[in-house]
């Protein structure tokens, strides 16, 4: 039996847009009868929409934590930018923040309090909306989130060069040419994406989902090639700012290697690290029983 919830839209003047725009969301629990803090999911990509963290709704079926979605502005339900593709102007950490903020305000999340997860790029959000100290904020959850995307491309590069022939040197190849469009390379990126991405075979339908979004409305190439408003980011610098409990999760075979994790490690103040062994960046997938007991019992501790 599905869990009740239900969904609405909020209006989001979105700077530099030219046009009204609005943010959709999905709710999981009844936030006015709710006494707790509910948990506020943040997507990856930029761009890949919310469907393929469903395995958290489990988080209020078993914890009793009311769980909200959203899409965030340039995909899924919410407005789309195709004319602002490329546009490093209009895509900034700063448009990302104030629809969150907008988002939370107006479900008035801000007395009884907000929990955030932030999966991949929705990490690298959280973590920098949590710097702001934003009044409400209870505890945060980094899951395959960089601290620095200078340390996940130097990953990156170290994973590649990891691979089987001929992925490998497609890959190498292809990069030189810039060449991210080709069946050639498409097929030796499913080399990469197999290990460091999503290691079920098949994917999870709403794992699809997410690709098929970034496919339709994206913000770059590939899991591994880093272009755009984001690619010199260093979030970590401000990370002794956050001032709420933290857990950091990345699967032992994830494209967030250990070594673009450890500066949110170093410099949050209150924060744990747990590594999931079996998984790789979908570890809410891979391992999903011990990944929303990790998430439940986290937010659950007052302690």
Request: charged share 30%; hydrophobic share 35%; proline share 2%.
């Given at each position: 039996m599905a869990s009740p919830h239900y969904q609405g839209e909020v209006a989001f003047d979105a700077p530099g847009a030219g046009k009204p725009c609005k943010t959709w969301y999905k709710i999981y629990g009844d936030l006015e009868s709710q006494l707790g803090p509910a948990l506020v999911v943040l997507h990856g990509g930029p761009g890949a929409g919310h469907e393929y963290l469903s395995p958290l709704i489990e988080?209020?079926?078993?914890?009793?934590?009311?769980?909200?979605?959203?899409?965030q502005v340039g995909c899924g339900q919410s407005t789309?930018?195709?004319?602002?593709?490329?546009?490093?102007?209009?895509?900034?950490?700063?448009?990302?923040?104030?629809e969150l903020d907008n988002l939370i305000d107006h479900l008035q999340l801000r007395t009884k309090g907000f929990h955030l997860l932030g999966q991949s790029w929705g990490g690298m959000l959280g973590g920098a909306y949590a710097a702001l100290r934003p009044q409400g904020l209870r505890k945060l959850i980094l899951s395959g989130a960089p601290a620095s995307i200078p340390l996940l491309a130097k990953g990156s590069r170290e994973l590649l060069a990891a691979l089987p022939e001929p992925a490998r040197t497609t890959l190498e190849e292809c990069d030189k040419r810039g060449d991210y469009e080709s069946e050639e390379f498409q097929n030796a990126a499913k080399v990469f994406y197999a290990r460091h991405v999503c290691r079920l075979d098949p994917y999870p339908d709403d794992v699809v989902t997410a690709f098929n979004n970034l496919k339709d409305d994206p913000q770059g190439p590939s899991e591994f090639v880093i272009i755009g408003s984001f690619k010199d980011?260093?979030?970590?610098?401000?990370?002794?700012?956050?001032?709420?409990?933290?857990l950091l999760l990345n699967g032992r075979y994830d494209e967030a290697t250990d070594q673009c994790i450890k500066p949110w490690f170093t410099h949050i103040p209150k924060v744990r690290w747990v590594t999931l062994e079996n998984s790789s960046h979908m570890a809410h997938f891979e391992e999903r029983d011990r990944y929303i007991q990790l998430v439940g019992e986290f937010l659950s501790d007052s302690a």
């Open positions: 988080t209020y079926e078993k914890y009793n934590i009311p769980v909200i979605f959203y899409d789309r930018f195709r004319e602002k593709m490329g546009d490093t102007t209009f895509w900034t950490f700063e448009l990302f923040i104030q980011w260093e979030g970590w610098h401000d990370a002794h700012k956050i001032g709420v409990e933290t």
